[in-house]
């Protein structure tokens, strides 16, 4: 299949993935209330951290190596059984370590049935097998599967969340969108492959499962852990501010994820063809892409997040204002880290890299978490999180220049910026001179998305012609 139908089926996927929370949350927000959401927030972080952990570097490891030997099939059955018997075997230890964490210690005791909800979570997850089917490509699959799995959840919460009680309900449904589609994919991956036990081969992949595995925990430490810190020292409510202000932000991030995905089987393949000049000119339009998407979205929710959180929470809400102002700077800083990292570092074979980065901002999140969340509390862990990402990304940013010789497009970068300064005047003009919330989000989309196409007609991208050639095999 080529790239563009990729790019597309990949951001569908992404959109019903993420946007799926963003319907249902200004309706649970208002049912739930802080208290609600801030309690599973809260679990979720540790369970999240807890995947992270079982999957170690396998979301990855997984998509580079079905891409390798997608085209031979015995090559292929292997590579599924060594990788999967991996997962298997993180996951039960993880299981019964959390088990026994859950039942003993008292920190655990006041949601106890959450957490061991959330267990289910956990173990369902290494069915879901989503890195072998992005592996193969199979996009389709993925993307029809997953709309319709989030269309029954949409459904559900709107059927079965009544009020304030239904916390552990709605917690329920959440976990069950996992079990649903890990079932799927493990009763669909039989057309492509079987697994038993036979053959199982440790040492053959372990080395990368683990030093990518450490890299995905040591990002864990600065993007799931702080939450369950901040809920620690701050209560309930500062985490409901903290996760209300980067819900949004994990969802414009993860539209430009789709794109960086599907980048890594295909530059998985190139580099095994020593294709090093196409792989630099996919870069470039990958940085492109990030320039002309993050900076009109940083400009309009630095101007009205006050405006998006009264829409998107409602009441109650307010103290998410200014975490959201800090952490969507990261729009555009953790898409270039993607790029270095996602697509160029880890495509590329060099596992060990990665994991420096995410090392030194593990130890940048920790150090500045532990200032700033007791004395500003959800302010604090924003704070601490952009610092860390920015940490990642400039070492990123050396490895990558080292051993590729690629290196971030600043000329272009810096031609976007002039070209997003007239986003910054309607968006001040709109914000001084246009009273009602919706009448300023929506005449201010109105006027970016007028400018917006203006650019992308201005760069030839938009013309059918052209913009095969940007996103052509």
């Keep these: 299949m080529s790239l563009k139908k990729n790019i597309a089926y990949s951001t569908i996927l992404t959109?019903?993935?993420?946007?799926?929370?963003?319907?249902?949350?200004?309706?649970?927000?208002?049912?739930?209330?802080?208290?609600?959401?801030?309690?599973?927030?809260?679990v979720d972080s540790v369970i999240n951290y807890a995947v992270q952990l079982s999957m170690m570097g396998l979301s990855t490891l997984g998509i580079r190596e079905v891409a390798r030997h997608r085209n031979d099939k015995k090559a292929l059955h292997d590579a599924f059984r060594d990788l999967f018997t991996l997962n298997l075997l993180t996951t039960l230890t993880l299981v019964v370590i959390l088990s026994c964490v859950f039942l003993f210690v008292p920190y655990f005791g006041a949601h106890r049935r959450l957490y061991f909800i959330g267990q289910t979570k956990l173990f369902f997850n290494m069915f879901w097998i989503e890195w072998f089917f992005k592996g193969l490509e199979n996009f389709p699959y993925i993307t029809i599967r997953s709309v319709i799995m989030r269309i029954l959840f949409v459904t559900s919460v709107f059927l079965f969340i009544r009020d304030a009680n239904d916390y552990i309900l709605y917690y329920v449904l959440w976990v069950g969108l996992v079990v649903g589609n890990a079932l799927c994919n493990w009763i669909y991956r039989r057309k492509f492959v079987s697994y038993s036990l036979k053959g199982f081969r440790l040492q053959r992949y372990l080395k990368p499962f683990v030093i990518l595995g450490l890299f995905s925990v040591c990002a864990a430490l600065y993007t799931q852990l702080p939450t369950a810190y901040l809920a620690s020292?701050?209560?309930?409510?500062?985490?409901?501010?903290?996760?209300?202000?980067?819900?949004?932000?994990?969802?414009?991030?993860?539209?430009?994820?789709?794109?960086?995905?599907?980048?890594?089987?295909?530059?998985?393949?190139?580099?095994?063809?020593?294709?090093?000049?196409e792989v630099k000119r996919l870069t470039n339009k990958t940085f492109n892409l990030l320039y002309l998407f993050a900076l009109p979205v940083i400009v309009f929710l630095e101007f009205f997040s006050k405006d998006v959180i009264h829409i998107f929470a409602g009441s109650g809400f307010e103290g998410a204002i200014l975490p959201m102002r800090i952490v969507v700077m990261q729009i555009l800083i953790v898409g270039t880290e993607q790029i270095l990292i996602l697509q160029l570092l880890i495509p590329s074979g060099h596992d060990r890299y990665p994991l420096y980065c995410a090392l030194a901002g593990a130890i940048v999140s920790m150090a500045s978490n532990l200032l700033l969340v007791p004395r500003i509390g959800a302010v604090g862990c924003a704070v601490s999180w952009l610092l860390a990402e920015m940490t990642v990304m400039f070492i990123a940013l050396h490895w990558v220049n080292h051993f590729l010789k690629i290196q971030i497009p600043l000329r272009l970068l810096l031609k976007r910026i002039l070209w997003a300064l007239p986003y910054v005047g309607i968006a001040i003009a709109v914000y001084f001179f246009v009273s009602g919330t919706w009448i300023r989000i929506g005449i201010t989309c109105f006027f970016f998305l007028i400018y917006a196409f203006f650019i992308l007609r201005k760069e030839e991208i938009i013309k059918p012609r052209v913009l095969s050639q940007f996103l052509h095999r």
């Design 15 to 42: 959109l019903s993935t993420y946007l799926v929370p963003l319907i249902v949350f200004p309706y649970i927000s208002r049912v739930l209330g802080p208290q609600g959401i801030g309690r599973i927030d809260a």
């Design 233 to 277: 020292k701050c209560g309930a409510t500062q985490v409901a501010y903290f996760t209300t202000a980067t819900r949004i932000h994990t969802v414009l991030l993860a539209l430009f994820t789709s794109i960086t995905g599907v980048m890594i089987p295909r530059i998985s393949s190139l580099l095994a063809q020593n294709k090093e000049m």
